[in-house]
């Protein structure tokens, strides 16, 4: 646990009153599960998704788009190409797959940060890609620089968030062939959290692993994974040049890739459970093996964002029972693979931090502790589907990544877990509350919120009888307010600076 | 599943208007899981929690107040009789457990709505208890029996709710000694589905089994169970008068009881979750071996209400990482005893129905799905700590109850499932929506909400931006509307309601 707690100035009663009102920026260290995990599949059904999904790969096979390379790295390594088609003989891309690593640690620039994906971890990534902000006073608006700082600022204040994500929201004020700059620099300067890189150009990857090397030391970034960055799937069967180009450049300077086939399923991939999980498994095959034939031993990660389409509008769904289903499969075939994975968060598609946001995220977020999800992006500001980042929802959201932290621990049963003596002191018809038990361990014995309401109803009610998205946007304003820039290497600071400017210099703005 | 769709009169074009928008009273059946259950403690860890339990009963013992004949009962049985405390040895109260039945059916008077309570089944039952009300238009108030029918006629027209309940709010204009007639007359006439009995007095769970013999007739009354009922233990260890005379009627009569034990955790019981379940399982077993010293056989359930305190404000709470782990466990336990298992709910604190009363009941709603409970009580409409019963929670946790069930489903790998001609068909870069498998499954691929907003932003934006308790309040006047009153004979109606006015006039009105 990294504790960095600032206090104001002041002394008696205002250092006092100064401690109790201190700012922290304690992070959690992330999860180590010491829970068992939840397998929805026997054995016999995942044989057949297993053997299904090599079929595909085998008979149907999948393309690789506008990429000459690719193909001839498959026709190498013994598949069978025609036109842009690959299609891989039975086992092969398993096979392939065996020099990814089961674990890896993805450095921060605070080494206390440090997180470690694979195994029975879980860190938790905010949100990723949404146009749009959302927040009570402003309400739904296109996403500027500025909004994305807040939201980096969020994370970094977050006591259970691990990790500051990529994409927080699109910054659409900034030409798009240069707001990875402006996204990675933030990052980088405005938290000491692990961060993403860009995947919109195989350039923009390069700028990314080049502004690592600014910031960690050229020597440090060929040396280990300083990015987790996301290369979704075409679904079905579908890698496109664009995310094949960020992942070479990526796989070659060994940096993580998530390979994460992007599935509305009934649209994107069939109507049922197990032909989903069939596709995502081919996919992930697919684009798991195309890393390794990059860089064998390059860090991975077993991707699947899947959600349903509500087939009497046309919209994606979240927080449905066949995602959890299809979240608990994947996670078991993952495991099968040796892979960390990747899935869930806190998925709705609610337009409002309301009650069915909350069911709909809460249903995800279960189903991803217990399905075994290692790297859990959108664990907190997603809404609308993922149009839009909710400043409030960031911060209830974020408080909730505490109960699953609390959930991960587990249940001890040791002496003073068992509590023996206090049932005996206490004995029929007492209370506990003054016990010598409790007052030796209520203080750490409970997760508590930070933002919900606890209070009486007189005083609620007194209060203004405030709903959850008022209390979170208070909370919002006061950690915004709070906010303390991680101390930076000035020299690596400006380096960084002039790297940006230099590279906007050297091209046009583009829009689209 | 049961179905009676009612349609509105009319031809042509107006006859598919009604038929798209026809009342459905459908009831779908309880669900028997598909899927495997959760399990947190290992065997070593419940091996040390019942050794313990067996300690307490033997040393500490329980409280069993102002009831001699329990007394005789338990000293006769074997156990160490001192004042009002009974010490029982170790082994004797689950030995006693055993002649439990590990599953029973509850009659409903429509045989359809029967439910089976034990093994791989679950039961949804509404909220119970609360003294006030809620909804958009009034707020918070005292509840009435006007609120009471509402609720009854909500239950009913819930098609993933299977029980009627009990107290679903406290009809706080009837006399408290008279009200229980009016509350089961409500269940008994409004609605088919299966109900509780009352349990605040032994001459009211007798009022209750007799007018269940007017409703289901003498015999069969005493030859199936046609009530299961609510009582709680005053924990810690303290069996009072009120409730154990209720289980001495109900158990006498052959009728169900849920052996509870209501603990605010950290005030009365242990502030640890190990210490918390053996303080359960201790006050489990004395509660149900009691119930087999009445009646050998009677049908109970294994019953865990537990939250916790929040240690700064005192406020119990509720969906929190420690009372899942204690759902887990618990229900570990009551299968270890091979006994129905009630827990759970949609459990919340929050004082409106927002985001934070859907976090916390999703927790709660997903713990005990995964967790085996059979019979789940508080399943929706539970507000404010279980101080207030909402209308638009009400609505909003039973359309949750879906994905419960869906979720429950488990995953299909049938030939069909496995969808692999669809795969084939499709191709990489194609898409599902017209494939011939998406055609044949998809309007029942997909669970779909029957309250929560699913549409494009701009209709959403137009129709006035509303939340998740907006469109409830909607649909709960619309079900209210809708409501039609499920048949029954009127030589019943009449003899119900004469039973209920010559008890009423038998006694004068009590308000405390």
Known sequence: MAEATTRRRGGGGAARRAERTAVSIETAKFIERNIPLYEVLNDEALEVIEANAETILEEVGVNFVDNPVALDRWREAGADIDGERVRIPRGLARKLCSTAPSRYTQHARNPERNVEIGGNTLVFA???????????????????????????????????????????????????????????????????????????????????????????????????????????????????????????????????????????????????????????????????????????????IFGAFVTSIDMNSGAPTFGTPEASHILYGAGQLARRMGLPFRSGGGLCGSKLPDAQSAYETAHTHNAALLGGVNFMLHSCGWLEGGLVSSFEKFVLDADQLGVLHHIARGIS??????????????????????????????????????????????????????????????????????????????????????????????????FS
Request: charged share 20%; net charge negative; glycine share 6%.
């Open 126 to 300: 905010p949100v990723y890609g949404p146009p749009f902000v959302r927040d009570m006073e402003g309400g739904r608006r296109y996403a500027t620089m500025d909004d994305f700082k807040k939201f980096v600022k969020l994370g970094y204040m977050s006591k259970w968030l691990h990790h500051s994500g990529g994409t927080v929201c699109e910054p659409t004020d900034v030409p798009v062939n240069k707001r990875h700059l402006d996204m990675l620099q933030a990052h980088m300067t405005l938290s000491d959290k692990p961060f993403m890189g860009s995947v919109t150009e195989a350039s923009r990857a390069q700028d990314s692993v080049e502004m690592c090397e600014i910031l960690f030391g050229k020597d440090f970034v060929q040396e280990n994974t300083v990015m987790t960055s996301l290369i979704n799937v075409n679904s079905p069967m579908t890698f496109d040049d664009v995310m094949m180009g960020s992942l070479e450049v990526y796989a070659k300077n060994n940096q993580a890739c998530i390979i994460s086939p992007f599935i509305v399923g009934g649209a994107m991939a069939p109507v049922s459970v197990a032909g989903t999980l069939t596709q995502v498994l081919a996919e992930v095959l697919a684009g798991i093996a195309y890393s390794q034939l990059i860089r064998p031993g390059a860090p991975v």
């Open 413 to 510: 049963v040791d002496e003073n877990a068992q509590a023996m003596d206090a049932i005996r002191e206490v004995g029929p018809g007492g209370h506990y509350l003054g016990c010598a038990h409790t007052q030796a361990n209520f203080k750490n014995a409970f997760w508590r919120t930070n933002v919900f309401d606890y209070k009486p109803f007189e005083t609620w009610s007194e209060e203004g009888e405030r709903d959850s998205m008022t209390l979170a946007n208070i909370k919002v304003k006061e950690m915004l307010a709070n906010y303390q820039q991680p101390a930076l290497d000035p020299a690596i600071a400006e380096a960084l600076e002039s790297y940006v400017a230099n590279k906007k210099a050297s091209m046009p703005d583009a």
